[in-house]
């Protein structure tokens, strides 16, 4: 059997962001510079990573950012309050509340305070809705990432076989859907999945976002099959691993992502082109 191709999200991140980037010149020419405001709660390390990563992509396309790095005994008002002013500021099109929030806040009250125009992480439910009903959305970052890493490698999605193995609000549920928009048949697992193994068997396409390192191998796996590994797991010894355990897996499988370097540079490649959209919609350029 030929070796499996591995799909690099960091290449195709890169060609993406060199199309915003000559977009973002055009219309700086029409006087819009697309703007995100990024909201960070607290000290997760993680989290600050995350955030820091945001600012820097947003540097080099030449977007306007603001970071707003509040302490984690900031009230639920306090953080309510600043998304209110984000929302009614013009040079900010695209607002993003990093989570987890502290405990001592709820995260739907913050999200659902959220413009729907400026919700670049498309978790607002008037946008989850539109995703649903298939109008025209700001679309979960990491979804649309998955799908658009399919899409650029010139794999074709309609007809076939898609497993989904996880069912959480950002990454398995608006997979399932977007992946049924693109007119695959799509079969949810979950933990409580019996035969799951069987069932994965049956993909074509397998998205395996469950969270739990190197769970999946070649027992789940089509000869042939794409794999997306959208899980990062920290492991004890500080090394990052994905739900697919890639070395087993890319024995049988088709083109395969890795961890790291696989979705994860989509997930921020994405945000830019949300923010991008929402800074063309909010002042009428499409
Ligand atoms: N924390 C981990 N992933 C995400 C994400 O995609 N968006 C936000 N807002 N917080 C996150």
Redesign the pocket.
Known sequence: MTAATILSGKEISAEIRAQIASETVQLSKQGVTPGLAVVLVGDDPA?HV?VRNKEKACQDLGYYSEVHRLSADSSQDEVLALVDKLNAQPSVHGI?????LPKHINEKAVIDAISVLKDV?G?HPVNVGNLVIGDDSLL???PAGVIEMIKRTGIEISGKHAVVIGRSN?VGKPVSLLLQREHATVTMCHSRTVNMAELARQADILVVAIGRANMIDERYIKPGAVVIDVGMNRLPNGKLAGDVDFERAKAVSGPITPVPGGVGPM?ITM?MQNTLIAAKRLNGLV
């Open positions: 989290s995350y993003l509340v990093q989570l987890p992480d978790f979960p970052c990491t950002i997930t945000l």
